[in-house]
Structures are given as C-alpha cells and as structure tokens.
C-alpha cells in the first residue's frame, strides 16, 4: 500500500507562482506512475499532469507551458511547479500512484 501526502498549497494572486510536493512512503517501489489532479468546486476531479506507465510526461491543455511535474526519486516526492496562475486554477490538488492510491490533497486559490 502506498500513502501520499500533498503540500506546498494556499491562497496566490494571479500571475503568481506555487510549487506543490507529495511525499510517497509504503510500498514505494510498486509505484510506476504518479501524477497530480485537481478537483474545482461543482466539478469532476481532472488530470493535470503526470508520469504515467511508458515514463512520458503528460500535461492538461490548459496548463501547459504553465505547470511543470517532475520528481525526486530519492526523496520518493513528486513535485508540481505552477507558475502564471490564474483564477480558474482554483481547485483542490491531489497526488496519484498507479491511479489507485490517493492523497488528502492541498488547497489552492488564486485571487487576488
């Protein structure tokens, strides 16, 4: 079993910059991919970014050139660099291995 867990969120103004981390720790190395989704309020959680199965890297349409995932492999952390945020970044982040494990998630506002 693996457990995550998100930090790095809070309240940015527009055009601003956070950078979000999930520590991985369990059954490390049964992970063989990880990425990061965000749930808005009245929405269904979507795919930002991620390192899926092959090891390319994925990005949503809205947010690339904007956001940049990469990772520690040993300090077994994910990282998500979001730089240029706008309003409709708002949402909780979460952290995912292997589509089944889960983070508690992290908060993010961008308001000004």
């Known amino acids: 079993q693996v457990q995550l867990v998100e930090s790095g969120g809070g309240l940015v103004q527009p055009g601003g910059s956070l950078r979000l981390s999930c520590v991985a720790s369990g059954s490390i190395r049964s992970i063989y991919a990880m990425g990061w989704y965000r749930q808005a309020p009245g929405k269904q959680r979507e795919l930002v970014a991620a390192?899926?199965?092959?090891?390319?890297?994925i990005y949503a349409d809205s947010v690339k050139g904007r956001f940049t995932i990469s990772r520690d492999n040993a300090k077994n952390t994910l990282y998500l660099q979001m730089n240029s945020l706008k309003p409709e970044d708002t949402a909780v982040y979460y952290c995912n291995a292997n589509k089944i494990s889960w983070g508690q998630g992290t908060q993010v506002i961008v308001s000004s």
């Open positions: 390192f899926p199965i092959d090891g390319s890297t």
